[in-house]
């Protein structure tokens, strides 16, 4: 998905980063799988920090509390948001999460997280509750995962999955696990991929920018 002289340089790099979808959970719930997971940083990807149900996850607030509660928070969703700017990262009104992770912010984005996984445990956060759901996993997940980065997502129910597992189920569900002649697995994965993304990534719309506050 990205370049591979990049890959290389973290091909051996023996760090771990967490994921993790805040969904509905109640403050309490959310910190109590922070704390199962030993998560000491959340690195928040959405692009838009905010919460029109739930509150407690506006970033504000939730930093504050965060910092409470001793855990580290940074926003970076400039970096490593899924709603792209500019009509160049959209498909058919739809953001392409390739094009997105060929990009200097984005690489520099992976970066910071690599950089802070050497200090802190991190979790990066977003909204959905399912990873297959989010570009905290089919984006970002994705992009560190082929770089050598142990990644692993934190479901609701306290379960810690490897993306590994997690590929595995997306190429269930994509219809692509059985064997094929004619297409490598690394083909069929990144179809896979490109086929999940169509159906969640962030779509435009220009006839409803007050909408915009949507999360994704």
């Known amino acids: ?15 771990e980063v967490l994921t993790i979808g805040h969904s509905t959970l109640s403050y309490e719930e959310f910190l109590g799988l922070l704390r199962q997971a030993s998560v000491t940083a959340i690195a928040d990807v959405r692009s838009a920090p905010f919460s029109r149900h739930f509150p407690h996850f506006n970033r504000d607030w939730l930093r504050s509390e965060l910092r409470l509660d001793q855990i580290a928070y940074v926003f970076l969703g400039e970096e490593l948001g899924g709603r792209p700017k500019g009509g160049k990262f959209f498909d058919n009104g739809i953001a392409n999460y390739e094009r997105m992770a060929e990009t200097e912010v984005f690489a520099d984005g ?17 909204s959905e ?11 970002v997940g994705r992009a560190l995962h082929e770089r050598g980065v142990v990644v692993r ?17 997306l190429m269930k569900v994509s219809g692509k696990s059985d064997v094929d002649l004619f297409e490598s ?20 719309r220009k006839d409803e920018p007050s909408k915009s506050a949507i999360l994704e």
């Open 1 to 15: 998905m990205s370049g591979s002289c990049e890959q290389e340089a973290w091909a051996d790099s023996a760090i």
């Open 110 to 126: 992976l970066k910071r997280i690599v950089d802070g996984a050497k200090k802190y445990r991190i979790a990066l956060m977003c």
């Open 129 to 139: 509750h399912d990873p297959l759901d989010c570009h905290r996993c089919l984006l």
């Open 153 to 169: 997502h934190i479901l609701n129910d306290g379960q810690i999955i490897s993306h590994r597992q997690i590929e595995a189920r």
């Open 185 to 204: 697995p690394a083909k069929r994965l990144a179809a896979a991929y490109r086929d999940r993304a169509t159906r969640v990534a962030f779509v435009e």
